[in-house]
């Protein structure tokens, strides 16, 4: 086993390229159809792992979903995959959806049933954890787990005395703020979220001083990506602030797990697992890659459908020079 994943699983149904939301009354029709699609950070993630190069055996996904037809879609597709499947089925709650709504030229309008994603019961992640290994695991995303989110400093904390690299990922919480995610962070190793999550999270809104207090919470490594404006990244060593790829943009569902399984793709491939080996150039190297996954995930309807390695490493090959050339570094020790 090579990454193992924890978090929220959502069947996604998305209508993409609208040209406008109906008003009340008013018929809409959906030029490009309606999709039903897996969604949820590490079903997005782990999917994407596997379309990068790794098996599905080498990937393990803890989760919770309802006992009907939308838990069943998830655990097949992921099975589908190969990928090593452990989900905790509610008897209370129905599998989560997402209504996405994407009007052309405008950003995802999700309208979201949290589910089953509350019932995560911890003692079943506990359990499930103890005959798993693997040097990598990947939380994400905090904030709809219940009471999983309350023990997540203790899973972290067992995380790190094992040797892992820990990677986090938020999102907007439910029924909750975000000071949850604060006793975490100092057993976080990467962490990743958007600039609106990271100015939420730290009260502050300049994305560079965010950044800093990410740090001094104990983060060792913090990225914040923001879809075509690129990402900043930084440690208390260095910072790095890179562009976009450019690519015609579909759906920028699942973006943001694309650029994760990017990020942990090339530390596997590099053998790295542990933050302090990342130095700015490789460091760099591994943004510009993670950024191409992020991009490919636009393409395509979904989380998941436009994610392939011939075209990550095809606007590699086209953009990345560019990309490198006009990044800005700064040394911080």
């Known amino acids: 086993m090579k990454v193992i994943t ?3 699983l959502v069947t996604d149904l ?6 406008k939301v109906a008003d009340p009354g008013e018929v809409v029709f959906t030029p490009r159809g309606i999709k039903t699609r897996i969604g949820g950070h590490p ?17 393990a996904l803890i989760g919770s979903v309802g006992e009907d037809l939308y838990g069943r879609f998830i655990e097949e597709t992921l099975e589908s995959y190969g990928i090593k499947t452990f989900l905790y089925k509610s008897k209370t709650s129905e599998t989560s959806k997402n209504l996405i709504l994407v009007v052309e030229g405008e950003d995802r309008r999700f309208h979201v049933d949290v589910g089953a994603n509350k019932d995560l019961d911890p003692n079943f ?3 499930t954890l103890k005959h798993l290994e693997a040097p990598i695991l990947y939380i994400g995303a905090t904030g709809w787990l219940g009471k999983f989110d309350d023990e997540l400093p203790l899973f972290l904390k067992d995380s790190k005395r094992k040797g892992q690299l820990t990677f986090v990922d938020i999102i907007a919480p439910y029924g909750k703020d975000y000071d949850h995610i604060i006793p975490a962070l ?20 300049k994305l560079e001083e965010a950044v ?5 919470m104990g983060v060792k490594m913090a990225i914040v990506t923001m879809g075509e404006k690129g990402l ?10 890179l562009g976009a790829f450019k690519v015609n943009v579909v759906d920028p569902t699942g973006a943001g797990d694309a650029f994760c399984a990017g990020v942990i793709y090339k530390l596997l491939e590099e053998n790295i697992f542990d933050v302090k080996e990342l130095d700015s150039k490789t460091a760099l190297d ?17 989380t998941t459908a436009g994610v392939s390695r011939e075209f990550v490493d095809k606007i590699v090959e086209e953009q990345g020079e560019k990309l490198v050339k006009t990044a800005k570094i700064r040394k911080l020790i």
């Open 186 to 205: 100092q057993y976080t190793d990467i962490f990743h979220c958007n600039n609106i999550e990271a100015s939420s999270l730290t009260g502050v809104d």
């Open 286 to 302: 591994v943004l510009v890659f993670a950024s191409a996954v992020g991009a490919s995930a636009t393409t395509m309807e979904g």
């Open 232 to 241: 900043y990244a930084a440690t208390p060593e260095w910072s790095i602030r």
């Open 125 to 127: 992640v506990r359990n």
């Open 43 to 59: 079903a997005n993630l782990s999917i994407d792992l596997v379309k990068l190069g790794l098996k599905g055996g080498e990937i």
């Open 6 to 8: 924890v978090g929220i």
């Open 14 to 19: 998305i209508a993409a390229a609208l040209p």
């Open 212 to 216: 800093e207090k990410l740090l001094e």
